[in-house]
């Protein structure tokens, strides 16, 4: 029991402490202005006009600028999260983190969640001036289930991002460019810009191991309970997302210890420039 | 084995697998520790003495548990490193000299709070231990500085504070004045000295390749090359192995015919260097007496004697008697000294 209020006290400091740098660092850091809140608006806005043009019903717009506030979510994962224990080991930080007498699991939960919180100014930034800009409304019936929805959807996202980071570790470079080649492919298959179910039902099933599939379509359908442009019924979608989000903190946890396993074993993985 | 002990190793060893190079069908392996056995007494500041590649950084991250052993086990304050790293890794910590730590974009002082956290300290507790060490170390008026703006002796000095913020039992520092100025090195080893004598318990293990700062500093040296430790004992101890012999300095004009001094009677080593243009050549003799010898043979050569100096044995010279060679070519800086 003593044993048990200890490791819990280092367990919840260390997600505190791990996510702190993330929160405070990533706003200190001013450049996000631009390329997390500008670029997904312009990407928005482009696509507005294109609906605009094709006279598409007027929900398509409250849809993409949806779409764009997700997408700082899934930059923040490839880049940020995905990228942070390759980062930790080049800046030595890894090694001291692996002799503490801490979760290991704790310091990713601190990463991503200080990244969680980041990003979401960010999101909301993006939400609350394309639907400024653009006269959004939405006609939210079930606020609950949509909470839901997007609670679920980070969790799974940042789980996939955890799963990367063990990944991006063993890597190494070569993880950049597998991240470059994901970044825009999913864009597409995850249907930030457009109804998923557009790509045909076996693709969007495929695309649904990506969280944000289903979040989007399921929070869209939320916001827009009359439009008709779903892909699976809503509760299917959140049963997926659960599912997704248990899977990928598991098997993220697994990574993780198999890859301090490997690093202690081969003496490389925390070894700099190695 | 008993709980006296802070560091206890019995057949320590490490072998690396090599990346394959091309064309390479076996797999190439490194060995870097070796049969290593050691105590470490509770209390005791002990220094591992050794050239670069010796081994010292793989001995370290095997005790931080950073890294398997590939042969025979090592217990730290008692508790076995591979059977339970956890619960080792609540008593110790290390400083690796040369490095940084934690994030540009966080202040000195926040950077530290971090790290405290995951040793579970409560806000107050890590207050109280910040401030301590950034005055121990000079950062108080930098507390608030990004790190990203400190220069890179600043950035090893905080990391240098993090190091103690857990109250360690156990402190591994591995070759902590590395690239630091002769001013702060000094700072820094006063501290690490006082730390350990005033502090009952604590012990320290030290790694470095400056003779001077194990011979100062440590109670205890070991002296490892080739991932071997060749000797183990008080630094006025290993040096009293070299009590009869007689160690010279000599400088000349550049002489060539060189290897001739090893084969005179009388000469247990001897090492030579050339420096900017005269050549420096380093004995132990068994007696006074071979200097003669040398001297002659010398002005044989058509050398000229440039100086001649007696020495009292440091470290390096037990080094040099243990393994026929000197610290390899790097300049030992002797500015550490007093
Ligand atoms: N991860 C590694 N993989 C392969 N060889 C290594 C690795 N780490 C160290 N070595 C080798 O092991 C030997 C001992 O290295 P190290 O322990 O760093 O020595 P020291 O700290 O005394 O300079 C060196 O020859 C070094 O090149
Ligand atoms: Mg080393």
């Known amino acids: ?60 717009t409250g849809f993409v600028v949806l779409g764009g506030a997700m997408t700082a ?20 930080n890894l090694s001291l983190y692996l002799i503490a007498p801490t979760s290991r699991m704790a310091i990713l939960l601190g990463m991503a969640l200080g990244g969680m919180a980041a990003t979401t100014l960010r999101a909301v930034t993006v939400l609350l001036l394309g639907s400024l800009l653009f006269d959004v409304t939405f006609s939210v019936e079930n606020w609950g289930a949509l909470l839901l929805v997007f609670v679920l959807t980070l969790v799974a996202l ?23 080649l994901f970044q825009e492919p999913v864009f597409l298959i995850s249907g930030f810009y457009f109804p998923v179910r557009n790509l045909g039902f076996w693709v969007s099933i495929g695309a649904s191991i990506i969280p944000i599939t289903f979040g989007l379509d399921a929070m869209r359908q939320l916001l827009y309970p009359q439009a008709q442009w779903g892909f699976l019924d809503v509760n299917i979608e959140i049963a997926v997302l659960a599912l997704l989000s248990v899977l990928f903190l598991v098997l993220a946890h697994r990574m993780l210890l198999w890859m301090e396993t490997l690093a202690r074993r081969e003496g490389r993985l925390t070894v700099r420039g190695q | 084995m008993s709980q006296r002990f802070a560091i206890q190793t019995e057949g320590l060893g490490r072998v690396y697998q090599l990346k394959r190079k091309r ?48 042969s025979g086990r090592a217990l730290v304050d008692g508790i076995d490193i ?21 994030y540009g974009l966080l202040t000195v002082e926040e950077n530290l709070w971090m790290f405290t956290q995951f040793y579970g300290l409560t806000d107050r507790v890590a207050r109280e231990r910040i401030n301590e060490m950034l005055e121990v170390v000079g950062l108080s008026d930098r507390r608030k500085t990004k790190s990203h703006f400190l220069s890179t002796g600043m950035k090893q000095k905080m990391n240098f504070a993090r190091g103690f913020l857990n109250d360690p039992q156990i402190l591994f520092l591995d070759e902590p004045t590395l690239g630091l100025d002769v001013q702060t090195s ?49 630094p006025a101890n290993l040096k009293r192995r070299l009590q009869r012999a007689s160690i010279f300095k000599l400088q000349t004009t550049p002489l060539e015919m060189s290897n001739r001094f090893s084969d005179l009677p009388g000469v247990s080593k001897f090492i030579e260097h050339q420096r900017n243009g005269h050549t420096e050549l380093n004995f132990i003799l068994e007696n006074e007496n071979v200097l003669v010898k040398i001297l002659d043979a010398v002005q044989a050569g058509g ?36």
């Open chain 1, 158 to 180: 940042y789980g996939l991002g955890m799963i990367f980071a063990s990944l991006f570790l063993l890597w190494g470079r070569e993880a950049w460019h597998l991240a470059q």
């Open chain 2, 23 to 70: 064309g390479e069908t076996a797999p190439k392996t490194l060995v870097a520790l070796e049969g290593v056995d050691s105590e470490v007494k509770q209390g005791e500041l002990f220094g591992l003495l050794g050239p670069n590649g010796a081994g010292k950084t793989t001995l370290i991250k095997i005790l931080t548990t950073l890294l398997l052993p590939t």
């Open chain 2, 82 to 102: 591979v059977q339970d790293p956890q619960e080792v890794r609540r008593r110790i910590n290390m400083v690796s000299g040369g490095e940084t730590c934690g």
């Open chain 2, 186 to 234: 000094r700072v820094l080893r006063d501290f690490v000295k006082r730390w350990v004598r005033e502090r009952p318990g604590k012990t320290l293990l030290l790694t470095t390749h400056y003779m001077a700062e194990a011979d100062e500093l440590c109670d205890r040296v070991a002296i490892i090359d080739k991932g071997k430790i060749l000797a183990c004992d008080t």
């Open chain 1, 1 to 60: 029991m003593k044993n048990f209020r200890r490791d819990l006290n280092i367990f919840l400091r260390t997600v505190r402490g791990r996510s702190y740098p993330r929160l405070i660092g990533m706003q200190r850091e001013k450049s996000w202005i631009f390329f997390d809140t500008f670029l997904p608006l312009l990407a928005t806005t482009a696509y507005v006009f294109i609906y605009r043009a094709l006279n598409a019903p007027p929900e398509f």
């Open chain 1, 73 to 92: 979510y899934w930059l923040n994962v490839l880049w940020s999260m995905a990228t942070q224990l390759y980062w930790e080991k080049e800046t030595g």
């Open chain 2, 303 to 338: 050398g000229h004697l440039l100086s001649l100096e007696k020495r009292e044995p440091t470290l390096e010279d037990v080094f040099i008697d243990l393994v026929g060679r000197g610290f390899g070519d790097e300049e030992t800086p002797l500015e550490v000294e007093k």
